[in-house]
């Protein structure tokens, strides 16, 4: 996860999701939250759990207040110490400020632990701690979610959030599903997602099939916000600095709302399908220097913008546990050489693009295709490459270990070896 997604997330229901269902997916469980699904299906609040108390105050349990800036400053230092490292291996020379400030929370949010701050009553009601006691209520929410309640699903922390606009509460609620490990036989696809400016996400399956999910508007609106923020951001008074607050929040919702649509489509799209992604952590370190800052050209400068502040970690953690729910597995691959090396007969060179421009074209078997397919396309070969693995050694790679220099060179060899032909893209 960058450390861009943490701090825009904090201290937000989008944030609460993201964060507990990765943290949770390593151990096959997932934890679903209803707001998450509400947002997904386009429900408004009728069917999200509303609860139906407007006396509710934020600052409900104040003993929550240190526990949670405890728990972002131990983030914040996790992340100190491995920056030093990634500093110590020569991997980058920007120095660390996530600490330079105090943390700011976006928006007052307050967590309950189950069964000490909160519970659910066998008579269909919730029950929450507040400064005058408990307070025992109806709830209302998801038909899924509901049911996994009544049925004893595994119930975790919840968030109390206020909804300003509509002027609700909503308890958010995480529960852990367990799900059924995926196996070879499970699995009927492979599938590979590439993520970048020009289109948010491209996939293609071993057959060639692609699709694009082009963005084109949310990139707009986000590029349109960006630049309402650069003026507030100048203006520097009180009124502005609210809106500044008002403005980053309604970018990060548009945002998770895009991401989640596109994750939705590529799941069902590739129903119980291997899924490869990019693994990109590092990646924007790598941002070519030439394209940047005063030497970079007006329209290089706006793509920088647009392509920094996306959350494509947040749109890839969607679709992990998003295909995990509908029976398929997420796996992450190198991300390196993938938009330059040729499927066809591996030839890797910046060349195979000439100028930039829309196409691919190899220099050596002058292979020829749009190049927002070529990096989808090479995505599903790696994937392919490690299903054949798991084949082989009976354990599946879910995510290549990035610090082992000698494996990692020893993985792009092989990459570099892979070749994408009819009878390369066996029936699964
Ligand atoms: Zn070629």
Redesign the pocket.
Known sequence: MSDESMTLLLGQPEGASYREDTASLYGRTIAALFAEKVREDGLDGQRGVVVDDEVLPYDTNAAEVPRQVGATYAALWTKAKAHAARVAAGATKKRFTGLDKPPMYGQPTLTYNEGRDYGFKRDGRVSVMTLNGRAVMAYSGYDTHTALIRDGARIGAAKLWYDKPKKRYYLLVSLAVEVPDSTLTSLTGVAGVDVGQRYLAVTSDTTGKAAVHSGKEPRQKANHLARVRKRLQRKGTRGARRRLVAIGQRERRQQAATNHTIARRIVDANPAALIGIEDLTHVRERTDPRTRGKRATKKQRTANRVASRWSFAEMQAMLAYKATLAGGQVIWVDAHYTSQA?P????TSRDNRPNKGLLFM?Q??H?TLHADLIGAKNIALRTLLIRQDWVGTGGLSVRPDASDDEAKAARLSRYAELRWSPEASPAL
């Open positions: 040729c066809r007969c591996g030839h190899c050596a078997c292979y």
